[in-house]
Antibody
């Protein structure tokens, strides 16, 4: 059974760095790509970036200067780090397994950027 | 970036109706277009992949069509459980953009 679970702090101070972890089970990170998608409350999703199955990465150009995605295949984890957070980075952050589009989603983690 | 424009923004429906939702791309995405359903306080769920391919476990009343820049999601006989927001996403070119969604509500 494919599962993805996001974890990380619910509250981040403005200008600080967000660190999130996606822990997966039921599939191998060396066989499937994983994306990060975020969604501000009441708005549509935004694709942030992807960790390809071969270890390569791709980023949304709008976030590329602030975003880094990495992985630890031995722990079945994919990591997101984004710096210089502002209030408009508030929202729910999801990791997804990509087969055709985002075929499987985690439950999401709500992140609030506030002092 | 490819811009996906979904219409209408909101659609009022009567249970049992056949309805169509539109997604228009600012440039061709071939058939790399996927549809998602999102219910309140839930994660999005993949409904249709590659414009028209069905997904295991998704009711057969959902279908998709189109290629290039114009795509349609159809629901043949809307049920109350279908009241959700529907998003399209293109997977043809980076970044893999989403549309702004169509919200189904009861008439």
């Amino acid at each position: 059974q494919v599962q993805l679970k996001e974890s990380g702090p619910g509250l981040v101070q403005p200008s600080e760095t967000l660190s999130l972890t996606c822990t997966v089970s039921g599939f191998s990170l060396t066989s499937y790509s994983v994306s990060w998608v975020r969604q501000p409350s009441g708005k549509g999703p935004e694709w942030m970036g992807r960790m390809w199955y071969d270890g390569d990465t791709a980023y949304n150009s709008a976030l590329k200067s602030r975003l880094s995605i990495s992985r630890d295949t031995s722990k079945n984890q994919v990591f997101l780090k984004m710096n210089s957070l502002q209030t408009d980075d508030t929202g729910t952050y999801y990791c997804t397994r990509d087969v055709a589009g985002s075929s499987d989603w985690g439950q999401g983690v709500m992140v609030t950027v506030s002092s | 970036d490819v811009v996906l424009t979904q219409s209408p923004a909101t659609l009022s429906v009567t249970p049992g109706e056949r309805i169509s939702l539109s997604c228009r791309a600012s440039e061709s995405v071939d058939t790399y277009l996927h549809w998602y359903q999102q219910k309140p306080n839930e994660s999005p769920r993949l409904l249709i992949k590659y414009a028209s391919q069905s997904i295991s476990g998704i009711p057969s009343r959902f279908s998709g069509s189109g290629s290039g820049t114009d795509f349609t999601l159809s629901i043949n006989g809307v049920e109350l459980e279908d009241l959700s927001i529907y998003y399209c996403q293109q997977g043809n070119s980076l970044p893999f953009t989403f549309g702004s969604g169509t919200k189904l509500e009861i008439k």
